[in-house]
């Protein structure tokens, strides 16, 4: 059985910093597509970061380059978020996902499974 968990997240200041880590058991994230997604009020889904399965290859929205970094560890089975210089527009739940190797990544329908969610809140 796949299990994302996630862990990290909080109520942080404007241009303050946060980490977010996810825990995979079941499957291995070096041979996964991972992503990290966030959900504001009203707003549908949005990939912010990928890293694909085998060579880690990494992507980022427009919103995120240059602030958030994603990274994966291996040998603990866990992909982490580095949020950096954090905003008011950050402020959103945000779900690690893993999806197949060698596949699409950038829309949630391509992805099998998915952390419980953790809230970021960014006060200005």
């Not at 942080?12 to 997604?37: E, H, I, K």
């Not at 549908?44 to 994603?70: K, P």
């Not at 089975?77 to 699409?104: F, H, W």
Request: overall charge neutral.
């Amino acid at each position: 059985q796949v299990q994302l968990v996630q862990s990290g997240g909080g109520l942080v200041q404007a241009g303050d910093s946060l980490r977010l880590s996810c825990t995979a058991s079941g499957r291995a994230v070096g041979s996964s597509n991972m992503g990290w997604f966030r959900q504001a009020p009203g707003k549908e889904h949005e990939l912010i970061a990928a890293i694909s399965g085998g060579i880690g290859y990494t992507s980022y929205a427009d919103s995120v380059a240059g602030r958030f970094t994603i990274s994966r560890d291996i040998n603990k089975n866990t992909v982490d978020l580095q949020m950096n210089k954090l905003k008011p527009e950050d402020t959103a739940i945000y779900y690690c996902a893993a999806g197949s190797r060698g596949g699409p990544y950038q829309h949630p329908t391509d992805y099998n499974y998915w952390g419980q969610g953790t809230q970021v809140t960014v006060a200005s």
